[in-house]
C-alpha cells in the first residue's frame, strides 16, 4: 500500500499530532546542526586569531634580538644571530619556530633534530611567491595530516629600513579537544532539554489535536445522526475556526433544507398514497355495481307480469341487489374509518381491565387472556383501545384455518419499565417472509374478503398516543402482534 494511502487512512487528529511531534525532531535536528556548525566556526576563528596574535608576538620578538644583535643584519647572518635565541623564543611562545633564507632554504629551526647543515626540505616555490605577491607579505598554509588540521604561517622578516632579511615559518596544530569536549557537553545538555521537550510536546500535541479536532468530531457525530425521516438538530457552536464556523454554517442550512425536502416528501408520499387509496376504492365500488347493472338487464329482458313465479323472482332480484349494496357500504364504512384520524380523548384507564374487557365479546374457548399484574395504568381512549384489541384477535382468529383442529389465541399484558405491552398470538398460517414488509399498508390483505384497512387503521391510532406495534411470525406456525403504549407509573 503507497504511503500516501497510508497517511490518507489517518485520522485528522492523529496527523495533527505527528505532524506536531515531527515538527519538534526537525527543530531538534535542525538546532544540533546549527550548534554544530557554531562549535566548528568558533573553533576555526580561534586558532586563525590565536595563530596570528602567536605570530605577531614572535615577530616582535624577532624584531628586538635584531635590535640588540652584534652581528650585520644580513640574510646570511639570521642563522648565526637565532643559534642560541630560537629555543628560547619557542619555549616562550610554546610554538615551533622555522627561520628560512629568502630564496626558501632552512636557516635554523627551534626543533631538536634540526641543525643548519641537516638536509631539511625548503620551502615550496608557489608558497614563496605568494608570500613576495601578498600585500602583507604573508601567506597561511592549512592542511589535513592524518585527519588533523595544520596551519602554517609563512611570513617576511625584514630590518629597521624594511629590507627582507628572510621567511618566517610558524607550524601550528589544530587542538579542537577543549571545543570537542565543549560540543559534546552541549549536545548532551540539549538532548536532555529536548527529550524534556519532547515529552512535554507529546502531552500538549495531545490536548491540541484533540481540542482542534473536537468540533470535527462533533460535526461528524450529527452528520452519522443525520436521517431524513427524522427530526434533525442544528449544531450551536462556536469554533474559534472560521473554516470550521463556515462548515457548521453549511450542516445548519443543510438541516433546514433537508426538513423542507422531508416535509415536501411526506406530503408527496400522502398525495400517492391518498391517490392509490382512491384507486382501490373506485375499484372495490365498481365490483357490486357491475353485477347490479347486469341483474337490473337480465329483470328487464325476461320480466313478465303474468309470470306464476314473479314474486320470488322480484324477491331474488332484491337480495342480490341488497347484497351488493351492502358491499358497497362496507366498502365506504371502511374507508370512512382509516381516513378519519382518532381524536385523542386521553383518560387515565387501567389497560388490563379494558383489555379483559374488550375480549368479553369473543366466546371462543381458544381465546385466553393473562396478565402478572391487575393494575396497568394508562393514558388513552378506551374506545380505541377496545378497538386495537378487537381488530386483532379478530385477526388472529380468522389466521387459523377452520379445518385446524387444535386452535390457540392468547393475549397477554405485562410491564416493561415505562411501556406496558400488549401481545396478541395464534398459532395460525403465519405469514411469509416476502409479505413482512406490507403488513401495515392501507390496501395489503392476504384473505379472500375485507380490503386491508384494519391494521392501517390500528397502526395509525397506536401512534397517534406515541406507540409502536411490530409483529413476529414463521410461516405455517403462527403470528405474535405486539402492541407497546406508554404508562403512567403509579
Do not use: C
Not at 342 to 359: G, H, I, K, R, S
Amino acid at each position: 500500500m503507497p504511503k500516501k494511502f497510508k497517511m490518507s487512512m489517518l485520522s485528522l487528529r492523529i496527523r495533527i499530532f505527528l505532524s506536531m511531534i515531527v515538527l519538534i525532531l526537525i527543530a531538534s535536528i535542525l538546532m544540533a546542526s546549527i550548534s554544530i556548525i557554531q562549535f566548528k566556526n568558533e573553533a576555526k576563528d580561534y586558532h586563525q586569531e590565536r595563530l596570528e596574535r602567536k605570530e605577531s608576538a614572535i615577530k616582535e620578538h624577532i624584531q628586538y634580538v635584531l635590535s640588540t644583535t652584534t652581528y650585520p643584519l644580513t640574510s646570511r647572518n639570521l642563522g648565526l644571530i637565532f643559534k642560541d635565541k630560537i629555543h628560547e623564543l619557542a619555549q616562550i611562545h610554546g610554538l615551533e619556530i622555522n627561520i628560512y633564507s629568502l630564496d626558501g632554504k632552512l636557516l635554523k629551526s627551534s626543533k631538536a633534530s634540526f641543525s643548519i647543515d641537516s638536509v631539511s626540505p625548503p620551502i615550496p616555490k608557489y608558497i614563496l611567491k605568494l608570500v613576495q605577491s601578498s600585500i602583507e607579505k604573508r601567506y597561511v598554509d592549512i592542511r589535513n595530516i592524518d585527519g588533523v588540521k595544520n596551519r602554517s604561517s609563512y611570513s617576511q622578516i625584514k630590518d629597521e629600513k624594511f629590507k627582507p632579511l628572510g621567511i618566517l615559518n610558524i607550524p601550528y596544530v589544530e587542538d579542537d579537544g577543549f571545543y570537542e569536549k565543549e560540543l559534546q557537553g552541549f549536545l548532551i545538555r540539549l538532548g536532555q532539554v529536548y527529550a524534556f521537550m519532547l515529552v512535554i510536546a507529546f502531552a500538549l500535541a495531545y490536548f491540541l489535536s484533540t481540542y482542534i479536532t473536537q468540533s470535527l468530531k462533533t460535526i461528524s457525530d450529527r452528520l452519522s445522526e443525520t436521517r431524513l425521516n427524522q427530526k434533525n438538530e442544528k449544531i450551536y457552536l462556536k469554533a474559534n475556526s472560521k473554516e470550521i464556523n463556515l462548515l457548521i454554517q453549511a450542516y445548519n442550512r443543510m438541516v433546514d433544507k433537508l426538513e423542507q425536502s422531508a416535509i415536501k416528501l411526506a406530503e408527496s408520499e400522502r398525495e400517492e398514497a391518498w391517490r392509490e387509496m382512491a384507486k382501490q376504492v373506485a375499484h372495490e365500488i365498481k365490483n357490486p355495481l357491475t353485477p347490479m347493472r347486469l341483474t337490473v338487464q337480465s329483470f328487464e329482458r325476461k320480466f313478465d307480469a303474468n309470470d306464476p313465479q314473479l314474486k320470488q323472482k322480484l324477491k331474488d332480484y332484491s337480495d342480490t341487489l341488497i347484497q351488493q349494496i351492502d358491499t358497497m357500504s362496507a366498502v365506504a364504512s371502511a374507508f370512512s374509518n382509516f381516513a378519519s384520524m382518532p381524536a385523542q380523548q386521553n383518560e387515565t384507564l387501567n389497560v388490563v381491565e379494558v383489555v379483559e374487557l374488550a375480549l368479553d365479546i369473543f366466546n371462543e374457548d381458544d381465546v385466553t387472556f393473562e396478565s402478572d399484574e391487575k393494575v396497568i395504568i394508562s393514558k388513552m381512549d378506551r374506545t380505541q383501545l377496545i378497538r386495537i384489541i378487537t381488530n386483532l384477535v379478530k385477526n388472529a382468529i380468522q389466521a387459523i384455518p377452520k379445518e385446524q383442529t387444535e386452535k390457540r389465541v392468547s393475549v397477554r399484558v405485562e410491564r416493561r419499565e415505562t411501556e406496558v405491552l400488549i401481545a396478541v398470538s395464534d398459532n395460525g398460517i403465519g405469514i411469509e417472509a416476502e409479505n413482512f414488509g406490507r403488513i401495515f399498508e392501507p390496501k395489503f390483505t392476504t384473505k379472500n374478503s375485507g380490503m386491508g384497512l384494519g391494521l392501517g387503521i390500528i397502526k395509525n391510532i397506536i401512534e397517534n398516543y406515541k406507540g409502536t406495534i411490530t409483529f413476529e411470525s414463521e410461516f405455517g406456525k403462527g403470528t405474535t402482534f405486539l402492541v407497546s403504549l406508554p404508562i403512567i407509573n403509579s
